[in-house]
């Protein structure tokens, strides 16, 4: 299917403008207006082909130059802006002739909910591709539901049946057409598009809600924002490290690098083949320290030591790797899990395996559940199977602070 967004955020937000001093769609959260975070999540799902924003008329101008800036930062969807209505159906309208020919389905989201996942959009979508005319995400009622008229209980509501409706709502482009047209026709007022579907007589899907996708409606709400704001929020990032170093004896006229006793890890390996190498030639701490440079983002190893330099010349590759953590810890990432391997035909690691990785836990300042080494060799091939040299391969994992871009 071809399914594009609509983004809501024309409403006047009358019951919060004056808390919020303007619409609400429009306040800074995590310096971005609030609106961008929906758009943010729906970027992020792969089978959306893209977005339509919907703004009052009277800010449409200076909210598109803004998406300019923000859409620069790789926002990776196609993206439209048009101006909405006196009434939640209107913006709606509007936005449905904004979207291309080749769009034959579409979801609906009011920007006041922030806190949408993918994994909502994504369940709106699959009911979308199994034949829905239209879906709409709920979750069930947990409060008793009275029928009240002038202050008068008149009966309480079977709450197993009901449900709080949600956005996005999805629906076959076509059919939602014919909705507004009969709406428009009719003068019919509704709070959402699904209901505009419930008329025409056609089934409309329930699919589960989710209890933090809840809308920002009433000046109190605002508390849902501070909660998200003071709340320590991670992302999970990765670095890759290799390395490889030529054993002395399978040396020829071309390496020039001087022999250096084998180290592991920062572990003496005794009786070990020499390696050549301008600095101590530790593999394993190269590798890592390569690793942890592509946590951050930092380029490799070879940036900030080049075997080029004579004041590298039989360099602790310790110091190297003191010398990234450094870095790391600068950058606000913690350092959570490494795991290494050795490939080699000799010598044989087992019987340094544990003090390596004590080793490393305290170089690393990591319990040792958060460390694993491991050794294996490539059954007599290649250069390490010819014995000629011993490589490395370090996974290293973390937790970088996430941040927003100041617009």
Not at 4 to 32: C, D, H, V, Y
Not at 37 to 52: D, E, M, P, Q, S
Not at 143 to 155: C, N, P, W
Not at 387 to 406: D, Q, W, Y
């Amino acid at each position: 299917m071809h399914i594009w967004t609509i983004l809501l955020a024309a409403g006047q937000s009358r019951r919060t403008a004056e808390a919020a001093s303007g619409p609400k769609q429009f306040m800074l959260f995590r310096n971005a207006p609030l609106y961008w975070h929906a758009a943010k999540t729906f970027a992020r799902v792969a089978r959306l082909r893209g977005l339509i924003f919907v703004f009052p008329e009277t800010c449409l101008k200076k909210e598109q130059e803004r998406l300019k800036v923000l859409v620069d930062r790789d926002f990776g969807l196609p993206w439209r802006v048009t101006a909405g209505g006196m009434e939640r159906s209107d913006s709606a309208r509007n936005a449905l002739s904004a979207l291309p020919p080749e769009c034959d389905a579409v979801l609906v989201h009011d920007a006041a909910r922030p806190f949408v996942s993918p994994a909502l959009i994504n369940r709106v979508i699959d009911a979308l591709e199994h034949g829905a005319s239209g879906v709409v995400p709920a979750l069930a009622l947990t409060d008793t539901i009275k029928r009240v008229h002038d202050g008068a209980i008149l009966e309480t509501l079977d709450r197993s049946t009901l449900f709080a409706a949600q956005t996005p709502q999805g629906f076959a482009r076509g059919i939602l057409e014919q909705a507004h047209d009969q709406a428009l026709k009719n003068t019919w007022n509704v709070t959402d598009d699904a209901s505009l579907i419930e008329r025409l007589g056609l089934p409309v899907r329930q699919v589960p809600g989710e209890a933090k996708n809840m809308k920002i409606t009433m000046p109190e709400d605002f508390h849902m924002l501070t909660q998200h704001e003071s709340a320590p929020r991670s992302l999970p990032v990765s670095g890759l490290g290799y390395d490889v170093h030529r054993f002395a004896a399978a040396a020829d006229a071309k390496n020039r690098q001087p022999p250096r006793p084998m180290r592991l890890g920062g572990v003496p390996i005794p009786n070990g083949p020499e390696v050549l190498a301008h600095s101590d030639g530790d593999v394993l701490l190269h590798a890592l320290t390569d690793a942890l440079l592509g946590l951050i983002g930092k380029g490799d190893i070879g940036d900030l030591f080049p075997d080029t330099d004579p004041a590298f010349d039989n360099t602790s590759s310790s110091l190297m790797l003191d010398h990234a953590l450094t870095m790391v810890g600068e950058s606000g990432v913690r350092l959570t899990h490494v795991d290494c391997t050795l490939v080699a035909q000799i010598p044989k690691i087992a019987p340094w395996r544990e003090e390596i990785r004590k080793n490393l836990c305290r170089l690393l300042d990591l319990k040792p559940t958060h460390v694993n080494v491991k050794a294996t060799t490539e059954e007599g091939l290649g250069f390490t199977g010819e014995k000629k040299g011993i490589k490395a391969l370090v996974t290293v994992s973390g937790l970088a602070a996430e941040t927003e871009i100041p617009v």
